[in-house]
């Protein structure tokens, strides 16, 4: 189990930083709310009908989860994987880009989509170059 190109160090990357951040809304959600933009209320003061923090650990346990799988695919060299990201790559920039424009997500969390997008790209270049070789 090694990383063996270009292509691999990509997913290899992406996957310890969705793991960490995962790990760090699962520790801290209120932690992640304040890091994409969104308004953090003490816990004290949520109705017992909010869900925020609920919804924020299971995002953040399946950003843990999707990062694991990205290291394991680049530690065993799953070009197919690699290349089943790219277009969802890119329709994950697609959605979380239109909350933002559509006013339900606010600015900040434009980032999101930015590191989707340009994951998918270096990801999708380094395929293609490999390829070529």
Known sequence: MKI???SGWTMFIFGIMAFLLGALGIIRPELQL???GFEVAERAARASSDYTLTFMTAA???????????VLAALNDVKIFYRWTVPFRG????????IVILGIAPLKF???????LTGAIVTGIALAR????
Do not use: C
Request: charged residues 15%; proline residues 3%; hydrophobic residues 45%.
């Open 110 to 116: 434009i980032g999101v989509p930015i590191w989707e």
């Open 91 to 98: 329709l994950t920039f697609i959605v979380f880009t239109a």
């Open 34 to 36: 304040s890091m994409l």
């Open 130 to 133: 490999e390829k070529q070789k």
């Open 4 to 6: 063996r190109d270009t």
């Open 60 to 70: 953040s346990m399946a950003s843990v989860n999707m990062g694991i799988y990205y």
